[in-house]
């Protein structure tokens, strides 16, 4: 098991930037396929964004592409998402998640296939 802590939410106006952290302890961070997922008020928990082991294999769900990055640096044992152009339909609560692969090359994009979540942070756009 990893234990996952998600920082850098916060208030900001449509169009600008946040970048979300989520730092992970307990296991070794370069065995785990990463993913960032969001949830709205009334709303079931969507996948955002999913990378592999190496980092050389990303996803995103379509409505932030172009828009969101997901990259991790294994040595500091953190997953980030750079969230650009941000828009209200963007607020949500942001969860990163974590599983356990023998492949490096493989990401996951569902909530049954990760095994540990983080706490959450929470995103608001205004408009």
């Known amino acids: 098991q990893v234990q996952l802590v998600e920082s850098g939410g916060g208030l900001v106006q449509a169009g600008g930037s946040l970048r979300l952290s989520c730092a992970a302890s307990?296991?070794?961070?370069?065995?785990?396929?990463l993913g960032w997922f969001r949830q709205a008020p009334g709303k079931e928990r969507e996948f955002v964004a999913g990378?592999?082991?190496?980092?050389?294999?990303?996803s995103y769900v379509d409505s932030v592409k172009g828009r969101f990055t997901i990259f991790r640096e294994n040595a500091k044992n953190t997953v980030y998402l750079q969230m650009n152009s941000l828009k209200p339909e963007d607020t949500a609560v942001y969860y990163c998640a974590a599983r356990s692969t023998v492949s490096s090359a493989i990401f996951y994009s569902s909530t049954r296939q990760y095994n540990d979540w983080g706490q959450g942070t929470q995103v608001s756009v205004s408009s």
């Open positions: 307990g296991r070794t961070f370069s065995n785990y396929a």
């Open positions: 990378i592999s082991r190496s980092g050389s294999i990303t």
